[in-house]
């Protein structure tokens, strides 16, 4: 389907391609100099001691909960309303999610008193995900992670160059974990980031992401190590160096791609606080410092939310809708353990509009009208 105005879009030009053939000429294809001087970049970037690339956000997490050693026994408190990664990981080391709710349609974030009633005496760690790009109350919740020894993973994903009172999402808890997917705003197609300020995280990352192995492949290359031991269960989390190559020119195009984005979302907010009926989540001055993922509205009912979603697909104009976990089938019953009624009353009634640098101020203003239009105004 050809779009009026998508959803979004993949802004890139001749650098990213030029840094990809830069690679390609090369002959060294993955986990080399290009990817060391990505990861330097990007904790530089964030604010983070140490950044490991890896194959993907989901991948990212994985290590994240591994290395900070949860597993069968452990409980992990997470958000309802995030994507089903943030779950999965932690699953995957046979660890429990435990459900939280969010704080309200204003406020898409992890709900402070939600994750304290949660909290039991199996509770290890906390996962924070920064909704749309939008912080969580970080301070609240690391407070309340600081009383119960609980160690904190920031799902950022959403949330690259996104900040908070100064400082980067993603470097305020133990392990920071960023995804590079086509739909992300740092995009490689497939691929992501750990940052943590710990060495002795990051030394188990970097370990983690390359079988266990004491050694790189580079290492050898260069005569710095001529073979190696295991010392860990390891996957095959590593970043290829084409990928890091795009990564390092989207990196530097970020805040560049962020205030047009901020623009986009400052002229949607001035518009639709004319619209009866339109709940904006968040406020203007988060709007300044968010990563800008997704640009969110609340309607009055599931119905509306149709009849609004109709109206601009019959324009041209691409929406979309974020389910909560606990409403997809595989957590349907820890849904009922743990009820999240403001996260799935939002997923039933929120609509996201369209936000990519593409967008001209006419494009905000005709979804605004059409919007507008369905709503009877
Ligand atoms: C995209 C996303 C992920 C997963 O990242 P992949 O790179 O697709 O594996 C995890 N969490 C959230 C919140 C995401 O939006």
Redo the contacts with the bound molecule.
Sequence with gaps: MSWQIPLSDINFGVEEQAAVSRVLTSRWLTMGEVTQAFEAAFAQAVGARHAVAVT??????HLACLALGLGPGDEVIVPSL??V??VAAVRYTGATPVFADITSEHDLTLSPASVAAAITARTRALML?HYGGYACDVPRLLALAAAHHLAVIE?A??APGATLAGRGLGTWGDVG?F???S??NLTTG???VVVTNRDDLAERLRCLRSHGMTTLTLDRHRGHAWSYDVVDLGYNYRLDEPRAAMARAHLDALDEKLAALRGIVTRYRERLAAVDGVTLPFDDESVLRSGH?AFPVVLADAETRESVRATLLANGIQTTFYPAITELSIYAEAGREHPCPRAEDFAERHLALPLATVMTPEDVDLAVSELAAALGG
């Design positions: 993907n956000g989901t991948a990212a997490l995030t994507f990664a943030t995900m799902d994903a959403h974990c995804s590079f997917f739909n992300k497939e691929g992501g993922f």
